[in-house]
């Protein structure tokens, strides 16, 4: 409490003379409060979890809309190279996606049968058979594009220029950086983005388990299943959005097995390990 810039107005005392704050400038409880009116509460639908399912969904978009502020900031940063910060933005952005992954975890204290009663109710469906629920959400499409696209900025961050021919010229820049430790901030700035990424399927993977257990396998699945027309399985299953840092990392690694059997079969350690 001391710490803080503003007198919270719970009792503390203030000695230091600090401002008191004007929640009222933050959010009016009047605004707050017509926030909890659903559109749907015209159709006395009689159902409790109507409320529930409002209130997570609001919580849900209002998690997204500040994911998306923070991907423009992470762009704003990095083009500005302050890798530094755009490490740590990177970062809150990989634990927002975990947060979103909780939040629709919410549907889970729902009573099964008035939810899936509200289901019908309020008509809930996808467009199509194979797109999932989720993508009924403009934000979340917007955030999961605009976290895809961070991999275009790796050139960027290695200081290099992409080969038009394909060669692995980011891939050795990658291995360069990691063996030579030079510049931590652009390390942990590439780590971040890599979980995110990380992150990012976690959620689809989760959503796709979270349908299953609300409204059951079979409308989890559609009549496509969990193949390559699964909406959610393009998602998680397909191929890492950095394959110059999965290569990077997977050469690196194979050094380091060769070096290391190098060593175990060298002479002088078979004399060693003999003479003991």
């Not at 009689?46 to 998306?68: A, D, P």
């Not at 083009?79 to 975890?105: Q, V």
């Not at 399927?201 to 396998?217: A, D, W």
Request: glycine content about 6%.
């Amino acid at each position: 409490m001391r710490r803080c810039r503003y007198t919270l107005g719970v009792g503390e005392p203030n000695l230091s003379g600090k401002p008191s704050l004007d929640y009222d400038l933050v959010c009016r409880p009047s605004e707050l409060h017509s926030l909890k009116k659903s559109p749907s509460d015209s159709m006395n639908l009689e159902n409790h979890e109507n409320q529930s399912l409002y209130t997570t969904h609001q919580i849900l978009e209002s998690w997204i809309r500040v994911s998306q502020q923070l991907l423009s900031r992470i762009d704003e940063r990095i083009n500005a190279n302050s890798f530094d910060k755009a490490s740590s933005d990177c970062w809150l952005l990989e634990k927002t996606w975990k947060l979103l992954n909780e939040i629709a975890d919410l549907h889970l204290i729902m009573d099964p049968d008035d939810f899936l009663r509200l289901k019908n109710q309020l008509s809930i469906r996808a467009s199509n058979e194979t797109e999932a629920f989720c993508f009924r959400s403009r934000g979340l499409i917007e955030m999961t594009k605009l976290c895809k696209e961070l991999k275009h900025k790796v050139p960027r961050i290695l200081e290099v220029e992409v080969d038009p021919m394909g060669g692995p010229i980011i891939q050795e820049a990658a291995m360069e950086l990691y063996r030579k430790k030079a510049g931590f901030e652009r390390i942990h700035l590439l780590q971040a983005l890599q979980a995110v990424e990380s992150a990012l399927k976690r959620f689809y993977y989760s959503y796709k388990q979270l349908l299953v257990t609300v409204m059951g396998s079979l409308e989890a699945k559609g009549n496509q299943g969990f193949g390559a027309s699964d909406s959610l399985a393009q998602i998680y299953l397909e191929p890492t959005y950095f394959p110059s840092l999965d290569a990077a990392k997977t050469f690196m690694g194979d050094d380091w097995s060769r070096e290391c059997g190098r060593h175990s079969h060298s002479p002088d350690r078979q004399t060693r390990t003999g003479k003991k």
